[in-house]
């Protein structure tokens, strides 16, 4: 009987707590009971006047003739991305360029003996045949060794496929950061 009366106390006790707290904290925590009427706006987009304009004078144009006629394509120079674009214009593209360099690209034994880590990003350009027309290293790795077998794997790997046909610029240049890192195996006890 008396465990009741404690639990109906504390009952009682908490409720007034939490009353005290809801009326405290209404201005930081403004409740929001009543919905506010939504504001609508109207705008209205008004077309300038054209004058001079005749019905007899309009040219005679058949709409099935435009849709048929084709624009030229417009050349675009050059564009540059990543060798791991997102950009659906170029993903496909450049994954077959990432796997070409991959199959080329090693560790150098003798940075590999020496224990030389580093990672250097390279900028090389394309033309639409798929020729490397140039090569450039953009951030350096700091080891001369790995900066060139980078190019070396570019250059091996070349040449590439011509572009496909919805990629419409001339030169096409890609970054490729290249990440030379040695990592320890853990030897098992297992033979």
Do not use: C
Request: proline share 7%.
């Amino acid at each position: 009987m008396q465990t009741g009366i404690i639990m109906r106390i504390s009952l009682l006790v908490s409720f007034g707590l939490h009353l005290i707290m809801l009326f405290t904290f209404r201005q930081a925590f403004p409740l929001y009971w009543a919905p506010e009427d939504l504001r609508t706006y109207r705008v209205e987009l008004i077309r300038p006047p054209v004058e001079d304009i005749d019905a007899d004078d309009r040219p005679e144009t058949d709409i099935a003739k435009i849709e048929e006629e084709e624009k030229p394509a417009t050349q675009v120079e050059q564009d540059t991305i990543s060798l791991d674009t997102e950009d659906k214009r170029y993903a496909t593209y450049a994954r077959i360029i990432k796997e070409r360099i991959m199959r080329h690209w090693r560790y150098p034994p003798e940075a590999k003996e020496n224990l030389i880590e580093g990672r250097l990003t390279v900028l090389f350009s394309l033309s639409g045949d798929g020729d490397v027309v140039q090569i450039g290293v953009l951030e350096r790795s700091g080891h001369d060794i790995l900066d060139r077998e980078a190019g070396r794997a570019i250059s091996s790997a070349a040449p590439f496929p011509p572009f496909p046909a919805h990629i419409v610029v001339k030169r096409l240049n890609i970054k490729a950061t290249f990440d030379y890192r040695i990592t320890a195996r853990r030897k098992t006890d297992a033979p």
